[in-house]
């Protein structure tokens, strides 16, 4: 580093645990490719995903906070009081947000039921045993005109003239409110599933299989299936909640709630006839009770076999048919 320093005399004029903090970060990116865990590490891009570590004396006070080097910077959130030992700064469009750990253990809610089956898809985001269903924001899909507008008139300009920076921070912005308002509502769904229930039920979509199909690609990468999943991984250990991955072939969509008869459902049929019982239903709404069941039914039912639905379920059924980081300034 004194070498490398001696040549580039801006280092000194920053602080010495960013560049130290990427080592880190390059050999433990490293060591997960060795073990075939990740990727080899890409060249990271000035203007791109840009952040840095610090650490030292770091002092808090209400909406500010003092960083090595920099000093005191404004944020636009109140910060929690504590010990804090370092921090991690990352640039989002024109914004600057602060990341940090302190010791809390968050109380567990009281939770107001039992089980929940929860069916993630396109259509709706999430469609949940009990009736309750949480609509798609469809962020890209609204804002992809505009965004490709954006997109065109960056393109036209100068490279290296600050009209080409205007534009290229006019498409981070609108990228990252995209970004956002998904992110919002995954949030919501996935804190009001974990602490409001005991056990949860969700299928193990292959998204990146999924994926594949050219037509409803931008569909499904819209919805952000994959971060739901990360979402109630983490947060279910949060609140103490119980999370079941349905087996991946377990046909949800063709089975029956009622009587278990299994049948082909094509993609384009939204509702549920059953051929056996004649029952009909909505299609996701069947199939977030059918995940309900894994948890609550005394029969296992493995890929193919006729189960049993619960008394729990069944009720279900009935009252259906009858009705961490901080912004900086």
Same mark, same amino acid.
């Given at each position: 580093?004194?070498?490398? $320093? #001696?040549?580039?005399? !801006?280092? +000194?004029?920053?602080?010495?645990?960013?560049?130290?903090?990427?080592?880190?970060?390059?050999?433990?990116? !490293?060591?997960?490719?060795?073990?075939?865990?990740?990727?080899?590490?890409?060249?990271?891009?000035?203007?791109?995903?840009?952040?840095? +570590?610090?650490?030292?004396?770091?002092?808090?006070?209400?909406?500010?906070?003092?960083?090595?080097?920099?000093?005191?910077?404004?944020?636009?959130?109140?910060?929690?009081?504590?010990?804090?030992? *370092?921090?991690?700064? =990352?640039?989002?469009?024109?914004? !600057?947000?602060?990341?940090?750990?302190?010791? &809390?253990?968050?109380?567990?809610?009281?939770?107001?039921?039992?089980?929940? /089956?929860?069916?993630?898809?396109?259509?709706?985001?999430? %469609?949940?045993?009990?009736?309750? =269903?949480?609509?798609?924001?469809?962020?890209?899909?609204?804002? $992809?005109?505009?965004?490709?507008?954006?997109?065109? =008139?960056?393109?036209?300009?100068?490279?290296?003239?600050?009209?080409?920076?205007?534009?290229?921070?006019?498409?981070?912005?609108? &990228?990252?409110?995209? #970004?956002?308002?998904?992110?919002?509502?995954?949030?919501?769904?996935?804190? !009001?599933?974990?602490? *409001? &229930?005991?056990?949860?039920?969700?299928?193990?979509? *292959?998204?990146?299989?999924?994926?594949?199909?050219?037509?409803?690609?931008?569909?499904?990468?819209?919805? /952000?299936?994959? @971060?739901?999943?990360?979402?109630?991984?983490?947060?279910?250990?949060?609140?103490?909640?119980?999370?079941?991955?349905?087996?991946?072939?377990?046909? #949800?969509?063709?089975?029956?709630?009622?009587?278990?008869?299994?049948?082909?459902?094509?993609?384009? @049929?939204?509702?549920?006839?059953?051929?056996?019982?004649?029952?009909?239903?909505?299609?996701?709404?069947?199939?977030?009770? *059918?995940?309900?069941?894994?948890?609550?039914?005394?029969? %296992?039912?493995?890929?193919?076999?006729? &189960?049993?639905?619960?008394?729990?379920?069944? /009720?279900?059924?009935?009252?259906?048919?009858?009705?961490?980081?901080?912004?900086?300034?």
């Amino acid at each position: 580093m004194a070498e490398v $320093k #001696s040549v580039n005399q !801006w280092l +000194y004029k920053s602080s010495k645990c960013a560049p130290q903090q990427a080592l880190r970060d390059l050999r433990l990116a !490293w060591d997960r490719c060795f073990k075939k865990i990740a990727k080899p590490p890409k060249f990271k891009k000035k203007y791109r995903k840009d952040g840095f +570590y610090l650490e030292g004396s770091i002092k808090v006070e209400s909406n500010r906070i003092r960083l090595p080097v920099i000093g005191w910077v404004k944020t636009y959130e109140t910060l929690p009081t504590g010990i804090i030992k *370092n921090v991690r700064l =990352t640039r989002q469009a024109n914004r !600057w947000f602060v990341a940090f750990k302190l010791d &809390h253990t968050p109380p567990v809610p009281i939770k107001t039921s039992n089980v929940i /089956g929860i069916d993630l898809g396109v259509k709706s985001l999430a %469609v949940c045993s009990d009736g309750t =269903t949480f609509e798609n924001p469809r962020a890209y899909r609204r804002l $992809k005109r505009k965004l490709a507008k954006l997109q065109r =008139t960056f393109s036209r300009k100068v490279k290296g003239s600050n009209n080409r920076k205007k534009a290229g921070l006019a498409v981070a912005k609108l &990228h990252y409110r995209i #970004s956002c308002i998904r992110k919002d509502t995954i949030h919501q769904l996935t804190s !009001w599933l974990t602490k *409001n &229930h005991g056990t949860i039920v969700i299928e193990d979509l *292959n998204v990146s299989g999924m994926l594949r199909n050219h037509r409803l690609a931008n569909a499904i990468a819209d919805s /952000g299936l994959s @971060e739901c999943r990360r979402q109630l991984e983490y947060k279910s250990k949060l609140y103490d909640t119980k999370l079941i991955i349905a087996d991946r072939y377990y046909p #949800s969509s063709q089975l029956c709630s009622r009587c278990g008869h299994r049948q082909k459902m094509p993609l384009q @049929e939204r509702i549920f006839n059953c051929q056996k019982c004649e029952m009909s239903l909505d299609r996701d709404f069947n199939a977030s009770l *059918n995940l309900a069941s894994l948890a609550v039914s005394s029969t %296992v039912i493995a890929c193919g076999a006729v &189960h049993k639905p619960s008394t729990q379920v069944e /009720g279900l059924l009935r009252n259906k048919n009858e009705t961490d980081s901080y912004r900086l300034v």
